[in-house]
């Protein structure tokens, strides 16, 4: 399920040419001012090291779940981003907050 939002939000981005108004209708966006230096505190670090001035990156997977950075600018070793990210869940987690949004009984004796 989070893989098949993240690429809901990508090609809801794709299409309309706008990261931060697209991705907020999906998700929640993140901002961040990185330094080349300090990519290792950040899981898509490694994966935007050569992230260009007003580049969105793929999708990118990490341990903590999907994202998609935009890069709004890049000077020097500094860089501006937004990102979304749709963290990872097993499908038991998933179900268990699904199941949250309906009301039932249950009338199987255990």
């Known amino acids: 399920a989070p893989l098949s939002r993240i690429r809901k939000i ?3 981005i794709q299409s309309q040419d706008d ?3 697209t991705a907020k209708k999906f998700a929640d966006v993140g901002q961040a001012n990185i330094n080349i230096d300090n990519f290792s ?3 898509f670090g490694p994966f935007i090291k050569d992230i260009k001035e007003t580049e969105t990156s793929d999708i990118i997977i990490t341990k903590s779940g999907y994202y998609i950075i935009h ?3 890049r000077i020097g070793s500094d860089l501006t981003l937004n990102y979304v990210n749709i963290p990872a869940v097993s499908l038991e987690e998933y179900l268990i907050d699904r199941s949250k949004n309906y009301k039932f009984w249950n009338l199987a004796a255990f």
């Open 19 to 21: 990261f931060v108004k």
């Open 10 to 12: 990508k090609a809801g």
């Open 71 to 73: 890069c709004f600018s």
């Open 41 to 43: 505190d950040y899981d």
